[in-house]
């Protein structure tokens, strides 16, 4: 499982005049995070076969040398054209490819 923003650099997407906005964001606290605590945020996400609007990510943020688990959550993106602040019904063809070479 991969990040989706190594599939689409920030400068590449602004040139495709597509941007990802976050549509829905939750977080569960599972134990207080103190100033200076080594932490590790690690994103996965499922490759769809078919876009359905959005992309969901699960996040997971954990104490690097303890491996317990401080935060759980998940935020969901969708994509949107800059030019005409549409939702982007499908994806442009390069992109998805590259999307779809994730798997």
């Not at 190594?6 to 569960?28: D, S, Y």
């Amino acid at each position: 499982m991969q990040v989706l923003l190594e599939v689409l650099p920030i400068e590449e997407a602004l040139g495709l005049g597509v941007a990802m906005p976050v549509v829905q964001n939750t977080c569960r606290y599972r134990k207080s995070v103190k100033f200076g605590y080594p932490l590790l945020l690690y994103t996965t996400h499922h490759i769809q076969p078919v876009y359905e609007g959005r992309l969901v990510f699960n996040h997971y943020l954990m104490h690097e040398k303890e491996k317990t688990a401080m935060a759980v959550g998940h935020s969901v993106t969708t994509l949107l054209d800059m030019r005409t602040q549409r939702l982007v019904k499908e994806w442009p063809e390069r992109l998805w490819q590259r999307y779809q070479m994730l798997t």
